[in-house]
């Protein structure tokens, strides 16, 4: 199985649309990193967790899922890049490999001693549009296959259907 953590603000502080909206709407940013996530997850099966600071939400550590990710928000004095190593040197055994996504350097080479795999927040960006892209296209292809196989009619014709569908005569 595949595992892949997430540091949630970093991730957002490095992605230009995210980064944007954060300026303006920090739960926004959070939920679309979250939404993005979950369209990962779907397209490649990894489980996804993503962490997030409790400086930024103070109180009590809080798990939840969301979209079918978990999210996890550190208790407070907890920063992310702890809990994350905690959970890649607990997650990581035999049958799992833990991927973990941050562009802190200093993480990076924590999680990779630990025998995670490090995937900067460009790289997984990068990733993401590419997935973006296939489900785009996959859409497309579905729609257009489906379309292929209608009657073509001409547009009167389509009309006095229409008329004959909705009972007008």
């Known amino acids: 199985m595949d595992v892949l953590i997430v540091d949630g603000y970093n991730i957002i502080g490095a992605w230009p649309e995210l980064r944007e909206l954060k300026k303006t709407d920090f739960a926004g940013a959070r939920d679309k990193l979250i939404e993005k996530m979950a369209e990962y997850k779907a397209f490649t099966g990894y489980r996804v967790i993503i962490v997030f600071d409790a400086h930024q939400v103070p109180g009590i550590e809080t798990?939840?899922?969301?979209?079918?990710?978990?999210?996890?928000?550190?208790?407070?004095?907890?920063?992310?890049?702890?809990?994350?190593?905690?959970?890649?040197?607990?997650?990581n055994n035999i049958k799992t490999q833990i991927h973990v996504a941050t562009s802190d350097y200093t993480e990076q080479w924590v999680v990779f001693g630990q025998g995670a795999l490090r995937k900067s927040a460009r790289e997984l960006l990068n990733e993401m549009n590419s997935i973006e892209k296939k489900i785009n296209k996959s859409l497309l292809e579905t729609n257009q296959s489906k379309a292929t196989n209608r009657i073509k009619i001409k547009g009167e014709i389509a009309e006095i259907f229409e008329k004959w569908r909705r009972g007008d005569r």
């Open 63 to 91: 798990k939840t899922t969301n979209h079918n990710v978990e999210v996890i928000y550190t208790k407070e004095n907890e920063i992310a890049d702890e809990r994350i190593e905690k959970m890649a040197n607990e997650l």
